[in-house]
């Protein structure tokens, strides 16, 4: 596709070449993802993490720690250095 240029100033280095979308393939992923639904049983006896409520949940970070401050989930049943909660509060939680 020749630029709309007088004939004596177009040549071919200023041929005009068409912006393409990358592919799929070529698409930069997000850094950012979601954690994946765990697989613990709520029935054994357990600790659950930050990550494994945000999975549970359903929420991102920010709202389970804005969730927490209003009482609207849990608090955490322990910390050892982080926060944890007992496999019994998350399955009473979740069914209530």
Request: glycine share 6%.
């Amino acid at each position: 596709m020749r630029a709309n240029l007088p004939a004596s100033s177009a040549s071919n280095s200023q041929l005009l070449t068409v912006a393409k979308t990358p592919t799929v393939a070529a698409r930069r992923r997000s850094t950012k993802s979601r954690a994946s639904v765990p697989a613990i049983s709520l029935d054994q006896p357990g600790r659950l993490r930050v990550a494994h409520m945000l999975a549970l949940l359903a929420v991102s970070h920010a709202s389970f720690y804005n969730g927490l401050k209003v009482g609207k989930y849990p608090k955490p049943d322990g910390n050892d250095g982080r926060p944890f909660w007992k496999t019994l509060t998350a399955k009473v939680f979740l069914e209530g």
